[in-house]
Every structure is written in structure tokens, then in C-alpha cells.
């Protein structure tokens, strides 16, 4: 999870359970180079992408993990509501898209469309 949210990452460590995965949050530094090096050195197989805490360079960094990363489940949560940013960063090939404020139990049905994504993804 990429964020720096204080809910967003309550909601992710609550969570960390349903899913039965290992929870990794960056919040050190919004810098593109730095977000990529810790996605490529972690590998993860799902991504949360926060872009109130990336913008301006949130497509362009799911660009460039997409060019390593074809395969990787990408959530990208946001609170702009603009048609532009949606058209933006769908075509990027993102698996879902959630405009924030959210409830913990629609991020819990989020972590779970995740499970099932990846598990779809293997075959």
C-alpha cells in the first residue's frame, strides 16, 4: 500500500487479517524514483495506489510499474471525483478504482476482490 492516508492505512492493517497477507505501507517519500524502487525491490503481487498522496505522478508511476509489473492487481483509491483522472489512469490498466471516503467494509469487499483477482491471474 502506497499512502499516507492515517484511514486508508487503519482500514489496510484491520484488514491484514481478512486477507491473510503481509501488509507493506510506503509513506516515506512521494518521489517517483522512490516509489517505483520500492515496489520493483518488494514485488508485491497486489498494490494500493493512493493518489492524494502521489499526485501529480500517480499515472505515471503505474505506467512505469506496469512496464515490470504486467500482471500485478492495482487498486488506485482517490478523493478527486474528475472524469479526466478516471479516463487517465484506467487505460493504465488498473483492476479497480475507489474514490474515497470509503467505509471499512467496502475495503474489506476490496481486499477480498483482490484474493480472488490474483487467484484468477495465476491460471
Not at 2 to 19: A, H, R
Not at 29 to 48: G, K, Q, R, W
Not at 92 to 105: E, N, R, S, V, W
Amino acid at each position: 500500500m502506497i499512502t499516507n492516508d492515517p484511514v486508508l492505512t487503519k482500514m489496510g492493517t484491520s484488514s491484514q487479517n481478512i486477507s491473510g497477507e503481509q501488509l507493506i505501507i510506503y509513506n516515506s517519500d512521494p518521489n517517483p524514483l522512490n516509489v517505483v524502487s520500492f515496489v520493483y525491490e518488494n514485488n508485491p503481487s497486489s498494490l494500493i495506489i493512493d493518489d492524494d498522496y502521489l499526485k501529480p505522478n500517480s499515472a505515471q508511476i503505474i505506467e512505469t510499474i506496469r512496464k515490470v509489473h504486467k500482471n500485478l492487481v492495482i487498486v488506485f483509491t482517490t478523493s478527486d471525483h474528475s472524469l479526466k483522472l478516471g479516463k487517465e489512469v484506467s487505460q493504465l490498466g488498473i483492476h479497480y478504482y475507489a474514490i474515497k471516503p470509503f467505509d471499512t467494509k467496502e475495503f474489506d469487499d476490496l481486499i477480498n476482490s483482490i484474493s480472488k483477482a490474483k487467484t484468477k491471474l495465476t491460471y
